[in-house]
Every structure is written in structure tokens, then in C-alpha cells.
């Protein structure tokens, strides 16, 4: 059997869909696209994505079964420059929780808060 990766899907659970969706679109300058939920339960925007190409894809998800918070899981969106998306987070309504850092040969990371309340990550080689 194939490696495969270990995430092969994400979803950020919001309270405001549409509030989240202008603050990740602020932040990354790039369009969600409505999403249709196959259970039928949830709405949902996705974050744009290429299928067959490395890493994993994912949306933001309103739901009756999970909610937003920080202190669960993790999600960290691959940038060229961190200090950039960095730059967006607090005028689309979110927090900087730890600046720019390095983290050694593995680049650089700020960890951010979104419109929901979700810590997320920024991940750049530069």
C-alpha cells in the first residue's frame, strides 16, 4: 500500500459562515466557493484546491454538531511569506495570538485567531 499524507480533509467550524468566509478571504485574497454538503446538515464554503495535488483541502462548516473554539485541532495554511497573511489578520476581524517565529530548517509560523475564535497557523519557508 501507498504513503499517503495524514490529513486528507479539514473543516473549520464557524458560527458566521458568511463573517468567516470575508475573514479567510481577506486574509489569503482568494474567493471560497459554496460547497454542497452530501449529508444535507451542514453549509459549507471550501477554500480553493486542486484535487490531485499534494496536501490536503478543506472548508469552513456550519453545523448543528460541532462548534468553533481554540485548543483542538490545528490547521496550518501553507503561504510564501507568513508576515504577509500576518499583516490582514487583525483588520478582517481576527487576532495575532504569536507573531512570526522561526521554527528552524522546518521555516516560519504565526499563529492566528479567526472571526469564530478558531486558532489557525501560518507556515512559510521565508
Given at each position: 500500500m501507498a504513503k499517503t499524507n495524514a490529513i486528507g480533509w479539514f473543516d473549520i467550524y464557524v458560527n458566521d459562515l458568511e463573517r468567516a468566509a470575508i475573514f479567510y478571504e481577506s486574509v489569503f485574497k482568494q474567493k471560497l466557493e459554496?460547497?454542497?454538503?452530501?449529508?444535507?446538515?451542514t453549509k459549507m464554503m471550501s477554500f480553493p484546491a486542486e484535487m490531485a495535488?499534494?496536501?490536503?483541502?478543506?472548508?469552513l462548516v456550519k453545523s448543528n454538531h460541532?462548534?468553533?473554539?481554540?485548543?483542538?485541532?490545528?490547521?496550518?495554511?501553507?503561504?510564501?511569506?507568513?508576515?504577509?497573511?500576518?499583516?490582514?489578520?487583525?483588520?478582517?476581524?481576527?487576532?495575532?495570538?504569536?507573531?512570526?517565529?522561526?521554527?528552524?530548517?522546518?521555516?516560519?509560523?504565526?499563529?492566528?485567531?479567526?472571526?469564530?475564535?478558531?486558532?489557525?497557523g501560518?507556515?512559510?519557508m521565508k
Open positions: 459554496k460547497m454542497p454538503d452530501p449529508t444535507g446538515e495535488s499534494y496536501g490536503a483541502a478543506g472548508a460541532a462548534g468553533p473554539g481554540i485548543g483542538g485541532t490545528m490547521v496550518y495554511f501553507s503561504v510564501e511569506d507568513c508576515s504577509v497573511e500576518e499583516s490582514r489578520v487583525v483588520a478582517a476581524g481576527g487576532k495575532i495570538i504569536r507573531p512570526k517565529f522561526s521554527i528552524g530548517e522546518f521555516g516560519w509560523v504565526t499563529l492566528c485567531e479567526d472571526s469564530e475564535g478558531n486558532m489557525f501560518l507556515n512559510s
